[in-house]
């Protein structure tokens, strides 16, 4: 017998790995086969107790991991006693010669019966399915169903009796922490006026709400996420906290590339990931934006508010820790209870926003993911630009630029930046151009490459000069004084080693 194509090539020592895995790899299909019997019997039976349902299942699987690993600790002795020594070519021939000993997952699945109600149907049949779009579902289909069904009441019931122990904050806790956003809130309010001249939203406040309910089982859930309140939010505890001798206050939380219109409100602990109000016209808050300081990727269209915000980001963590949980296999221990906690959490919010959103993890995100307009066409109030948050400007920009999606165009972002970068001749006519035009009226192009030159800064003092100059005559021009402020004081810190400036 000749090697298997696949095999070709490889040293003797590759090609007798390469059988080793796949007849070890065959028995991980024989436990999923095996598996999957159990709610495959169970498709025609009615639903009584499914939680019940998924605990007899897992002691299913524990009797096949059992019995597949003995199969399988002969079955690769065996391999080592009589395959291991004969040469390439006569190895694969044992192999590939024996499907019952080397291959029974292969085996099992060929075994089973056709799941294909499809094939049974008569073409007048699926002609209509077709166009009515009612295919049948197979039985796996109906088994994995049923699976999924089992396991999430399980979890509930198992969720019921953990939060039993682990009580959610009392009346009193959510009681004291509406008093103190009663109580504060003015204060607070008029700091951001005098010092930052904007008008802080109502969500800015049921978020600092939402914080000051969390019981101990919430808090720990939210450190889970890596979330934690920072930037403006530090002021809500001392609305009165001065900045260390000779800093601007406004810097408070600003990164070296955030857009004077974005102010930090949150963090989100991985590569400088975090979490601003932004404020397009200097006053009034237009959503929420994010992005990774020490990453790719741009700002992205703002939009929801700051409670949205942590629930997208408990939806990434639900997706990442069901995709650690897998489909078939009970949850350990330690698993569980991370999801208990985050459940937990989840509780606590929807009492503040998105209550009527039920989906979870992938569910959710794929549920309320941006409309297929705008992520087609982008936003038809924003210039383009190259931190991918978007300008508010009427008029025409010197750039070539179309409208801001909710993600940076790769291409346009790469090549603008080489330009920004690499051709100071022809941005310095970009500048005087904008400047003109801005003065003669248009501020478009001042605001769009202002904003572009501050995010691609990257240390350059003429760029950096470049940007302050063209943002300042922008938002002068736009009636936007406070984000005129807002930019100068960046401008004046932009090489302070860190973004945190008050007082300690």
């Not at 077709?130 to 069904?149: F, H, N, V, Y």
């Not at 889970?224 to 001392?238: A, H, Q, S, V």
């Not at 009034?284 to 629930?311: E, F, M, Q």
């Not at 650690?324 to 009492?351: S, Y």
Request: contains cysteine; charged residues 30%; negative net charge.
């Amino acid at each position: 017998m000749e090697l298997p194509r696949w095999l070709e090539g490889k040293s003797d020592e590759e090609v007798i790995s390469a059988l080793q895995a796949e007849v070890d790899n065959d028995h991980n299909r024989l436990a999923n086969v095996e598996k999957q019997t159990f709610f495959c019997e169970l498709v025609d039976v009615s639903e009584e107790d499914l939680a019940a349902e998924w605990d007899a299942y897992c002691r299913h699987a524990s009797l096949v991991d059992e019995q597949v690993s003995r199969l399988r600790s002969v079955a690769l002795a065996r391999f080592d006693r009589e395959v291991v020594p004969l040469p390439p070519a006569a190895a694969a021939a044992v192999v590939y010669s024996d499907d019952d000993i080397w291959f029974p997952g292969f085996v099992a699945e060929n075994r089973k019966p056709t799941d294909d109600p499809w094939s049974e149907l008569t073409p007048e049949e699926k002609l209509e399915q077709a166009i009515l779009g009612t295919r049948p579902a197979g039985r796996s289909e109906l088994a994995d169903e049923r699976r999924c069904a089992a396991r999430g009441a399980a979890e509930r019931r198992d969720y019921a009796i953990w939060r039993s122990t682990h009580r959610p904050p009392d009346s009193t806790a959510l009681s004291a922490a509406e008093s103190r956003v009663t109580r504060d809130r003015a204060a607070i309010e008029r700091r951001f006026a005098d010092d930052w001249g904007i008008e802080l939203p109502d969500s800015i406040f049921r978020y600092w709400q939402f914080l000051l309910s969390l019981g101990p089982v919430e808090r720990g859930a939210l450190h889970d996420t890596e979330l934690r309140p920072y930037g403006i939010i530090d002021l809500f505890d001392d609305p009165a906290c001065p900045p260390r001798e000779g800093l601007d206050v406004r810097v408070h939380g600003r990164y070296y590339r955030d857009p004077p219109e974005f102010l930090t409100f949150m963090h989100g602990g991985t590569d400088g990931l975090h979490f601003g109000l932004w404020y397009d016209d200097g006053r009034t808050c237009t959503g929420v934006a994010s992005y990774y300081n020490n990453d790719g990727g741009g700002v992205g269209l703002p939009s929801g508010t700051a409670l949205a915000a942590v629930r997208e980001q408990i939806e990434w963590r639900q997706a990442h820790l069901d995709s650690e949980a897998g489909e078939n296999e009970p949850i350990a221990a330690n698993l569980a209870e991370e999801r208990f906690r985050l459940r937990a959490l989840r509780e606590v919010l929807m009492t503040f926003e998105t209550g009527d959103r039920l989906e979870e993890g992938d569910a959710y995100h794929e549920t309320y993911r941006d409309e297929g307009e705008v992520l087609e066409d982008g936003d038809p109030s924003r210039f383009e630009t190259l931190d991918g948050g978007g300008a508010l400007a009427d008029g025409e920009s010197i750039v070539p630029r179309g409208r801001q999606r909710p993600y940076n165009r790769y291409d346009w972002c790469t090549n603008l930046h080489e330009q920004l970068t690499g051709d100071p001749g022809a941005v310095a006519t970009w500048v005087t151009e904008a400047l003109r035009r801005c003065a003669a009226g248009d501020p478009a192009s001042a605001l769009t490459l202002g904003r572009d030159l501050h995010w691609a800064s990257g240390g350059d003092a003429e760029r950096e000069r470049q940007a302050h100059e063209l943002l300042v005559a922008a938002y002068r021009a736009l009636g936007r004084h406070n984000l005129a402020g807002i930019a100068y004081a960046h401008h004046r810190h932009r090489d302070l080693p860190q973004v945190g400036v008050l007082r300690t």
